[in-house]
């Protein structure tokens, strides 16, 4: 893969990377649900500023707010990382909580294990996971009972 330079003045005060890739880190608060959501925002500021195209920066900023959501309700939080290449995205959302414990029923619409406070603020809707597949061009979902779960997407472009 050869070297991409990236423009970032907000995050990098206007010095060229010139990279294999451009790699962010967030961690996701678990303890706050109101800050649920805030590293995709900076993602999609981000992708802005890159000057990537508004369909690339709709899909990742979907899939991405929804595995934060995820994160927050079931697992406590988690660490999300996004690299950003030259041809795609890749993002990494790793927790340390219970796992899931039926993929395929999980990836079905509707389904969902929130608890009733959760559906109360209005997600849970059993949506997050469906639409991280919808809104990426892959997705692996790497998950063990009472370990954690790790989900790698992809968005081309």
């Known amino acids: 893969m050869r070297p991409v330079a990236f423009f ?9 990377i010139m990279s294999d890739s451009l790699n962010l880190h967030f ?3 678990g303890e706050d649900f ?5 590293a995709s925002v900076q993602v999609k500021k981000t992708l802005q500023e890159i000057g ?3 369909e690339v ?11 934060e959501i995820n994160m927050v309700i079931h697992a406590n939080g988690g660490d999300a990382d996004v690299n950003i290449y030259e041809d795609h995205i890749e993002i990494i959302l790793a927790d340390n ?9 999980a990836m079905q619409e509707g389904f969902s294990t929130a608890p009733d406070t959760i559906r109360a603020l209005g997600f849970g809707a059993g949506m997050g ?5 919808r809104y990426t061009d892959s997705m692996d979902v790497d ?8 989900i790698t997407m992809n968005v081309f472009f």
């Open 27 to 29: 961690d996701v608060d």
């Open 8 to 16: 970032m003045p907000a995050i990098l005060k206007e010095v060229p």
């Open 143 to 150: 998950t063990t009972v009472g370990v954690g779960t790790t």
């Open 34 to 38: 109101t800050s649920a959501g805030r």
């Open 129 to 133: 996971l469906p639409n991280m597949k």
């Open 57 to 67: 920066i709709r899909k990742v900023s979907i899939a991405m707010y929804e595995g």
């Open 97 to 105: 909580g219970p796992g899931i414990e039926n993929i395929d029923l």
């Open 52 to 54: 990537l195209s508004s």
